[in-house]
C-alpha cells in the first residue's frame, strides 16, 4: 500500500512539473533583444549586458567590419584600435554568455528593420533597445535660426523618425511574444535630460522631449497587450567618442568643462536595462511609459557602475551644486568654495518641476 502511494505521489508530482514546463516553456531562458546603435557607446553598454544577462542580442548598427562604407560614415572620432562593429560587439556578448548576433544595417533605409525582424530565427522579441543617434558634425551650441534644417535633419532624423519606425515594426512581435512570456516585453528609448531641460540647442530639446512623449503615448496603446514601453535618461556619459574627445583637448569647450571623470560607463545604461528586464511582468507594466533616470534606478535597484561607483542623477544636488552652482559662485565672487562643502553634498534630488525651468545657471554661454 505504501509504495502504491509513493507511485501515485511520484506521478503527481512529475504531472505538475510537466504542466509548469509547459506553463513557462524553455524560451523565457532565451528571451531575445535587438539594441540599434548597439556597434558603440551607450548601445553598445546595454547590448552587452544584456548579454551577460542571458539575452540572445541582435546587435544593430552600420558600423561593420565587411561594409567599410558605414564605418566611418557620421561617427564621431574615436581611439585608434577599438573594434566598434556590430561583429565587435556581438563577439563579446557571446562571450559574457549570451548569444550575440552583429546585423549591418541602415536604419533610414525604408523597409531595412521590417525586413531584418521578419529574418529571425526566433519566434518571439522581448527587448526593443533604440539607441542609434547621429551627432551632427561641428558645435552643439547655437541659435535655432542659425543652425536651420540641417541640425534639426542630424539629431531628428535617426533619432526621432527612425525611432518612431522602428516601435511601429517591432509591436506586432512583441505582442505575440507578450501572450507566452511571464515578463513584459520591453521597448526601451534612449533619451536625455535635454528632454526636460534646455540643453545644447532647439532641435535637440524638441527631439528629445518627442522621444519622451513616444514612451508616454505608446504604453497608452500598449499596455492592454501586456507591452511596456520607458525613456531611460543616462547621465554624463563615457562613451569612446567623449573620452577621445578629453584625449584631443575639446571636451571641455564642449560640455562647459563638465567633469567627465565622475561621470557613468555605457555598462551602467546597460544594468538598468537589465534591471527593468528582470521585473515581474505586473510590475514592469505599473511603471510602463516612466523617465527613468539611470542613476536613479541604481539607487532603487541597488547596481554599481563598472568601477564599483554610483553616479548621481543629474538633477542631483551631488551634481549640480560641484558643475554649475560652485563654479558660478566662485567666478562671481572670486571665492574658493571649501572641499568639505564640495565632498559633503547630500543626495537630494531637485523636483522635475524646478530642474525643468531651464539650463543650469552659465551653462549656455561659457
Known sequence: MLIITLVRQSILLLTLILITLIKCPALESGRVAVVTGASR???RGIALELGKAGFVVYALARSSREKKQFSLKDQRVVAEGLDLTVEGTAERITALGGRGYGISIDLTE??????????????RLDVLVCSAYTTPPGKLRG????QGMEMWEAVNDLGLNCVYDACCTAAPYMIDTAKHSSHAPLICLVSSFGGKSYTFNAAY???KSAIDRLAVDMSYQ???YGVATTSIYPGLVKTEANMQMVVDGTWGEASGNLDITKGETPAFSGKAVVALTALEKNSMMERTGRVEVVA???????FLDEDDSKPPSIRSLQYLLPNFVFPTVEKNNNVKVPNWIKNNVPN??????????????DMDNR
Open 348 to 361: 537630494i534630488l531637485v523636483p522635475w518641476s524646478t530642474f525643468s525651468s531651464g539650463p543650469p545657471p
Open 110 to 123: 525604408k523597409g531595412a528593420l521590417g525586413n531584418f525582424l521578419a529574418s529571425m530565427s526566433e519566434n
Open 205 to 207: 530639446g524638441v527631439g
Open 296 to 302: 536613479e534606478l541604481a539607487d532603487e535597484f541597488g
Open 41 to 43: 557607446g551607450i548601445g
Open 143 to 146: 541659435e535655432f535660426w542659425t
Open 222 to 224: 500598449l499596455k492592454k
